[in-house]
């Protein structure tokens, strides 16, 4: 068992060479198993190792398992220290279950230990300020009371390699992740909450995730050694210890290794969000961006990706923008999807205060009553600052974000300047120029826009800043060129202050080096299908070939 929990923990990275190990000791059977596995490696893995048992002052006898520690800890000769919380206490103003208050508080302590830890190893020896150190507790006398209970102050991150911070090791056991998984699932968790308790998380690692309560307790009697039994784990009043006592048995009955099956298919819950985690960001980084205060998902380059990427996209932006995911559930994603796909624009308070719009492809996400100045809204009113709800604003900037949003062809040409387009989301050119079909890309260093007739040009970069275009935009939209000249900028709600020959509008810019005049034969017809612009009616031309 000693040699699997060894090749376990090196596996997954969760030590190294003379790392240092705080270990959450409660006296129970599984944490004392947990401390002497890793007493034992210590000569093989060079360990230092801390003993850290936490008090939640919920029950008489724990005065009795904080003495049965610290005693321990006295005779293997290993630094010993713990910490009072009032988890009853916590309970009340927080929303949470006796169960969930002290399980917050006890990761406090533990993190909090850590840190200071951490502190005692900086050059120099520096600890942190006595009223801010966790007092050492040594065997408390028999009789003696309970000290007054206070809360632990949020513990410090320290700015620390990763060599350099301890780990805090735990004792969940496979039974213990069966019922994380059971508990999660019939709460209606996502793919994450499938995977139960992960090995490694953050500093927090679980070496005895793969042996059971059985092989727990034979281990600590092959080598005489006791532990301490919590009275509440037998009250099924409490959600894991009605899983633990009654569900899982039931489970049992029709097969025997029920809850090796439930670990096992945690572990490829696991793989799998892994994969789907690598997915989504990638999804993520072709139809979302962040610009001011409000989030914007392009929903052409969403809807391509297949329904459960999409669902993942949206519950993230939904997350991020509420600040929590607890009580964020399937249908508040699935309502957004709904909008996303229907006609028309619209909008939806989602989740957390999260507001939704759809305008013109695009879906924009904002918290709350989110506003920004408005320059354009201001002009012409100095010394006023003018608000509009941010997602005003957003809705009235669209550009394309991909190739697939063009579409080209070739027109034979009459001279009839009275049909040259002037529709907002289509644009003609003079083929006879061109010669060739645009290429459709990001920007480069060095492309230009010619600004007129007289070849005064601008370059694309200096063209998007004074039309506003947001900075986490300008190297995702996609342009007709040819070569380093730049044909087309579509849409933008503010353009650049160059108008000549009426080339600039509403729609964007296009290029003056190729206007259609009427010595021109062919024309280049570029259309933006995303743009949903309302087009006119223009004259007829017929399609060349």
Known sequence: MIDRIYNYMTANNMIEEGGRILVAVSGGADSMCLLEVLRELQPRAGLQLKVFHVHHGLRESAAGDLDYVAEYCERADIPFEAAYVDAAGFVEGHGLSVEEAARQLRYEALEKAAD?????????????????????????PEGVGIPEKEHLPEHKTLASGPNEKCRIAVAHHMEDQAETVLFN?????RLTGLRGMLPVSGRIIRPLLTCSRREIEEFLAARGISWREDETNEDVRYSRNLLRRRIIPLL????????????????????????LRAETEKAAEECRIH???????????????PPLICRR???????????????????????????????????????GGVRVEKVYGRLLFY????????????????GVSVKVPIAATAASRRWPMSAAEYECRVLDFDGDMAAVSRKQCTKWFDYDKIGAFPSFRTRRGGDRITLDESGRSKTIARYMIDAKV???????????????????????????????????????RISAAYLVSEHTSRILEIRWKAGNY????????????
Not at 296 to 305: D, G, T, W
Not at 367 to 382: L, P
Not at 475 to 481: A, E, F, S
């Open 116 to 140: 200071q830890w951490d502190q005692e190893q900086l050059p120099g020896n520096e600890r942190m300020p006595e009223s801010e150190q966790l007092s050492e507790i040594e065997r408390l």
């Open 185 to 189: 699932l019939v709460r209606g968790s």
């Open 252 to 275: 049992e009955q029709i097969n025997k290794g029920a809850q090796e099956h439930i670990v096992r298919a945690s572990e490829e819950a696991a793989e799998a969000e892994e994969f």
């Open 291 to 305: 610009e001011e205060s409000i989030e914007i998902v392009f929903i052409p380059n969403l809807l391509r990706y």
């Open 313 to 351: 996209v949206v519950y993230g932006v939904i997350a991020d923008l509420a600040g929590r995911k607890k009580d964020l559930r399937d249908k508040h994603v699935q309502a957004v999807l709904q909008l996303a796909q229907k006609n028309g624009n619209g909008q939806l308070d989602v989740f």
């Open 367 to 382: 918290a709350g009553n989110a506003c920004v100045e408005d320059d354009a809204a201001s002009e012409g009113n100095k």
């Open 470 to 508: 947001p900075a986490q935009l300008r190297d995702r939209i996609v342009l007709p060129t040819i070569g380093g000249e730049i044909l087309w900028i579509p849409a933008g709600a503010v353009d650049a202050p160059d108008s000549a020959n009426g080339n600039s509008s509403d729609s964007g």
């Open 534 to 545: 309302p087009e006119a009616g223009n004259g007829s031309v017929s399609e060349g070939g």
